[in-house]
């Protein structure tokens, strides 16, 4: 971070990289998030440690090498990169006979896994990515298909229904536009989808199965019954049911020791949280491995402690629904009235700090204790009774169907999802943005699994190139009056770019909060190119050069295209943050240091390193 230490890089507050000045020299967040250190009384002089060192020795063995000017966005030659590897989508063969499927087997009660066999793959404990077979393909299946696909697996969808093979490529293509906003990391090559003819077929191999058939107990039993038949005796089989008891769908099948009941949230691509149930015949192990398996997808799996129908989510849900049907059912709100009274109030909130933390705040000073003290009796009073349900008759479904009607105009459903996406993309990135960009609840999730698509991405960088450090998209707010990337969203990136060098030769914000940091105390940035709104684009960082207190780096920004957008060069200090004073970097960071730039030292030398402003070459 160049400037404002701590400040939140996505908040749009870039004032002050404009009003630099060499007092604030500074950079990295502060370990405590949004406050950083006040910077502003440093002494840049004293930081440098004047008189000037001796000139930093260049990455050993790097020469300065002559470099025809590249012309203004002149594309670069492509990384091989994983996205650009996709394979095409899969064959078309659907059965359509719904009931195609074997009767359910009778005769209640679990039966045991034969023993000594495991009850599930091993890839799926590891949470590495195989085959996924998807059993039903509507709004959740098609959900989880492409949850399943970006994030790599192949997956074989099964849904007899003539028109699931439309509804999950529409899904898929709303689910990959959020995808793309969503993460500023390389996202792993797309897994391959294929529409299976038969059940038989889809589960042949899969290392997983999700089941989401409507919410029949007949059904469902039938379809896990045959998914068992059928499926590897060790592929872990997660069901979609949003109410009915694992216990009642085990019923019938040969290992139910590998059902876990996991339950999704609709957009399932986005929204991370899995209900994870057991039933009473489901396998320890089994549930150790759906959560490896479902938090490698990256999402957020919280075991339910014991079965009961619904769950929690829905569980609270229900309640809140069951309040608003009688309401509009009374007249006493629209539709629409009452979602602007939830979305204008407690849903901001939900969001982030959920029910019993905003409570606790709602007690003030006092907390809890006294929000229960004070609040605790009215849940005695009459209006919470109202326990009982409408009755949804035909009057009462075509008035709330008509003001939804009203509610939504003209929009498609495919219309708005893409809003609903839109939204919750932009409220899970400004939660990836708190705490100095750590993240918050879903965002500091989001921020987990960035990390591990770089870490993941970077293994796979060519020698030959300059490593690739940083994914994202251009999102709207960092467009200016002339329609292209603000010149200080330029700066931004990378900042972030140095933050993720310093990060690996860890320099990041374990070290920061030993005291010690480095600082920016130069930059040169060159802009070569325009990016526009919703455009991908990457960034590259070499080490041209470092000593004891410095390092110069070389970073480069590129558009998914490969053209080259921007340059920058940084100089950066390494400081006693408490002191206020340059020192020598720790000898585990300079090792680290060291060793990156021994295999940056090959690399040629860019012809824009070095320049002044305004020099003509
Ligand atoms: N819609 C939602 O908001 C949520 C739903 N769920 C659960 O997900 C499951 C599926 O619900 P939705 O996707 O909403 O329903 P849906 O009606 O949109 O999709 C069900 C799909 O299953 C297919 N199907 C029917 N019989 C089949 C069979 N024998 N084999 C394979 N596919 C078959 C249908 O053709 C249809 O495409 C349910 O258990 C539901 O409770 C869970 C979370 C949220
Ligand atoms: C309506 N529903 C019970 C199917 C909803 C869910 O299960 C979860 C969600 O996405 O709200």
Not at 1 to 21: C, F, K, N
Not at 276 to 298: F, H, M, S
Not at 432 to 447: D, I, T, V
Not at 507 to 535: C, F, N, Q, W
Request: aromatic letters at 6%.
């Amino acid at each position: 971070m160049a400037e404002g230490a701590g400040r939140d890089r996505r908040s749009g507050d870039g004032a002050a990289l404009h009003g630099h000045s060499l007092g604030r020299a500074g950079r990295h967040r502060h370990p405590e998030g949004d406050r950083g250190p006040d910077a502003g009384g440093l002494d840049l002089f004293r930081l440098l440690d004047r008189p000037q060192p001796a000139p930093l020795r260049r990455a050993r063995g790097a020469r300065r090498r002559q470099h025809p000017r590249r012309a203004r966005g002149q594309h670069l030659a492509r990384h091989g990169r994983a996205r650009d590897q996709r394979r095409a989508g899969g064959t078309r063969g659907l059965d359509r006979d719904r009931d195609g499927l074997p009767p359910a087997r009778t005769g209640r009660g679990p039966r045991k896994a034969p023993a000594g066999a495991p009850v599930v793959s091993a890839r799926v404990e590891t949470g590495g990515i195989g085959k996924a077979a998807c059993v039903g393909g509507g709004v959740i299946g098609a959900g989880w298909v492409a949850r399943l696909l970006l994030s790599g697996w192949d997956v074989a969808v099964y849904d007899p229904g003539p028109e699931a093979e439309r509804v999950v490529g529409e899904v898929l293509a709303n689910a990959e536009r959020a995808h793309a906003a969503l993460f500023d990391a390389p996202l792993p090559p797309k897994g391959r989808l294929t529409f299976a003819a038969s059940l038989e077929a889809a589960v042949a191999g899969a290392d997983f199965i999700q089941e989401s058939v409507p919410e029949r107990i007949d059904l469902k039993r039938r379809v896990l019954q045959a998914i068992d038949a059928a499926a590897p005796a060790e592929a872990l089989i997660g069901s979609s049911t949003s109410g009915l008891l694992p216990s009642d769908l085990q019923e019938g099948m040969t290992r139910p020791g590998r059902l876990v009941v996991a339950h999704p949230f609709n957009p399932v691509y986005l929204l991370p949280l899995v209900e994870i149930v057991a039933g009473k015949a489901t396998a320890p192990e089994a549930v150790e491995r759906a959560k490896a398996l479902y938090a490698a997808l990256g999402m957020k799996p919280v075991v339910i402690r014991r079965e009961i129908e619904a769950f929690v989510g829905d569980r609270l849900l229900e309640a809140l629904w069951r309040e608003a049907l009688w309401l509009v059912n009374d007249d006493v709100a629209s539709v629409g009235e009452i979602d602007d009274i939830i979305r204008y109030s407690f849903g901001l909130r939900w969001a982030q700090m959920g029910l019993f933390q905003t409570y606790r705040i709602a007690g003030g000073e006092a907390g809890m204790r006294h929000f229960l003290a004070q609040f605790g009796p009215a849940l005695k009073w009459p209006w919470t009774h109202l326990t009982d349900v409408p009755d949804l008759d035909e009057a009462l479904v075509e008035k709330i169907g008509r003001q939804s009607d009203a509610q939504t105009g003209d929009l498609t459903l495919r219309e708005l999802e893409r809003i609903r996406d839109d939204n919750l993309v932009a409220t899970i990135r400004a939660l990836a943005a708190r705490r100095g960009g750590a993240g918050w609840g879903a965002g500091a999730l989001l921020r987990d699994q960035e990390e591990r698509l770089r870490s993941a991405a970077r293994g796979a960088n060519e020698p030959a190139e300059p490593p690739r450090m940083l994914d994202g998209t251009v999102p709207p707010e960092w467009i200016d009056y002339n329609g292209h990337m603000t010149e200080h969203r330029y700066l931004q990136v990378f900042g972030d770019t140095t933050d993720a060098l310093l990060a690996k030769i860890g320099a990041g914000p374990d070290y920061v909060a030993t005291g010690h940091s480095y600082y920016t105390v130069e930059s040169h940035i060159m802009h070569l190119g325009e990016m526009k709104r919703g455009e991908r684009f990457h960034s590259t960082t070499r080490i041209l050069a470092s000593d004891e207190k410095r390092i110069r780096l070389f970073h480069r920004l590129h558009r998914a295209d490969g053209a080259l957008v921007a340059t920058a060069e940084q100089m950066l200090l390494h400081v006693d943050a408490k002191a206020g004073r340059a020192c020598p970097a720790s000898d585990g960071i300079r090792a680290a240091l060291d060793a990156l730039a021994r295999a940056h030292a090959g690399l040629p030398w860019p012809a824009e390193a070095g320049r002044f402003v305004g020099e003509r070459r």
